[in-house]
């Protein structure tokens, strides 16, 4: 069974640019979940879809953040512009539906270096 | 207060030794808890996961759950040097949501 995927895995930008990153879940998974992680710190959820619903997003900084999961499928999470402070690994986690709806598997994460 | 609080650590144990780490969570409403691990440069992994007061044990590896204290605890036995890592704790939460703890590093020193 093939795990999440995400790319790109590192971008180096320049503070003000925009910066795009996708995921694509595991087959059959309904639930994603994006997450920022600074060093140091434990990951925060910044957006979760149900399919291509929005489940929560209180934690998205929505004047700069966006996300979309266009056919219930794969997502992308846009930041425009960006801050020295989003500089951190983007995490991109899916789960299955139904009784195991709670157990998420992480990708391998995008590095963001904003300069 | 955050919603989840670990100690940073880093934890020290010798090889073959229990490793205990624990979290103790704000929200009296939680309904799971879990456990990742994380290697460094590496994404979480899920290593456990419990729902109800107890204990649940997997191989090495026993989860415990006190909701009255709010307090989730790990232990580890027959520690090895590859058990080395940070682990985070991370608690299911009211209307669904997530939060985790900064995480604890583990060193196991042969």
């Known amino acids: 069974e093939a795990g999440v995927a995400q790319s790109p895995r590192y971008k180096i930008i320049e503070k003000r640019q925009s910066v795009a990153f996708w995921c694509n879940p595991i087959s059959g998974h309904a639930t994603l979940y994006w997450y920022q992680q600074i060093l140091g710190q434990g990951p925060k959820l910044l957006i979760q879809f149900q399919n291509n619903g929005v489940v929560d997003d209180s934690q998205l900084p929505k004047d700069r953040f966006s996300a979309e999961r266009l056919k219930g499928v794969d997502s992308t999470l846009k930041i425009q512009p960006a801050k020295l402070e989003d500089s951190a690994v983007y995490l991109c986690a899916s789960s299955f539906p139904g009784p195991r709806f709670d157990e998420q598997y992480f990708g391998p994460g995008t590095r963001l270096t904003v300069t | 207060q955050k919603e989840v609080e670990q100690n940073s650590g880093p934890l020290s144990v010798p090889e073959g030794a229990i490793a205990s780490l624990n979290c103790t969570y704000s929200d009296r409403g939680s309904q799971s808890f879990f456990w990742y691990r994380q290697y460094s440069g590496k994404s979480p992994e899920l290593i456990m996961f419990?729902?109800?007061?107890g204990d649940k044990e997997d191989g090495r590896f026993t989860a415990q759950l006190n909701k009255a204290s709010q307090y989730v605890s790990l232990l580890i036995r027959d520690s090895q040097p590859s058990d080395s890592a940070t682990y985070l704790c991370?608690?299911?939460?009211?209307?669904?949501?997530?939060?985790f703890g900064s995480g604890t590093k583990l060193n196991v020193k042969p």
């Open positions: 991370a608690v299911k939460g009211n209307f669904n949501k997530f939060y």
């Open positions: 419990i729902y109800s007061n």
